[in-house]
């Protein structure tokens, strides 16, 4: 069946790095959404990718939607302590599927 | 604007009981998912329900029901319950559909199966 992967499983930079998780899927997707979810807390939407080639810039968070529309990614520049959490990437191919997600550690 | 509330908060069930779980969404939304959460399986869509309505599945057994109500309420019911159905539950509210639109997850159910 549809899966939508994630990797890396987990990252741990120092504060300042850049990170960048990536999305893939085994079908096309309609869309794919993005969502933090802090240690404990629950997922919070952080943006919606619908064509194909589509980036996105959110201050330092910049997303991509591949042009085939079966990969994304998000990438962050210069990591704070705030960005701890785990990013989940969320797509609609046949089903809607979350992806296995990437647990972000920053050291300060 | 009050956000998702689900309850209860956490819950301890024996093997074989059912458990019902409710979910208010955000006033005006109309769309209700839910979804299991586990640190092996990650987040694993359950259903979705629009306007008392089933609109989509996702691949668990009957065992894992749900509705939603005129008011746009949703309960989740899981019968016989299992050691493997131990997780966090979490529904989520959009205004159309949360497969589309941003979605706002509410804080979730902890559900311990002993």
């Known amino acids: 069946g549809q899966q939508v992967m994630q990797i890396p499983q987990y990252q741990h930079v120092q504060e300042g790095e850049d990170f960048t998780t990536y999305c893939n899927s085994s079908?096309?997707?309609?869309?794919i959404q993005w969502y933090k979810q802090r240690p404990g807390g629950h997922p919070v939407f952080l943006i919606q990718?619908?064509?194909?080639?589509e980036v996105k810039k959110q201050k330092r968070l910049t997303f991509q939607f591949g042009e085939a529309k079966k990969n994304s990614s998000l990438h962050i520049t210069a990591t704070q302590t705030t960005d701890v959490g785990t990013y989940f990437c969320?797509?609609?191919?046949?089903?809607?599927?979350f992806g296995t997600g990437t647990s972000l550690t920053v050291i300060p | 604007k009050a956000g998702v509330t689900q309850t209860p908060r956490y819950l301890i069930k024996t093997r074989g009981q059912q458990v019902t779980l409710s979910c208010s969404p955000i006033?005006?939304?109309?769309?209700v998912s839910w979804y299991q959460q586990t640190p092996g399986q990650g987040l694993q869509f359950l259903f979705e329900?629009?306007?008392?309505?089933?609109?989509n599945k996702g691949n668990f057994p009957g065992r894992f029901s749900g509705r939603q109500f005129s008011n746009s309420r949703s309960e989740m019911n899981v019968s016989t319950l299992e050691l493997g159905d131990s997780a966090l539950y979490l529904c989520?509210?959009?205004?159309?559909?949360?497969?589309?639109?941003?979605?706002?997850f509410g804080q979730g159910t902890r559900l311990t199966v002993v």
């Open positions: 989520a509210s959009s205004p159309l559909s949360t497969r589309n639109t941003e979605a706002f």
């Open positions: 079908t096309t997707l309609s869309n």
């Open positions: 990718l619908v064509k194909s080639g």
């Open positions: 969320a797509g609609t191919g046949n089903q809607f599927y």
């Open positions: 006033s005006g939304h109309r769309s």
């Open positions: 329900y629009f306007s008392e309505t089933q609109r």
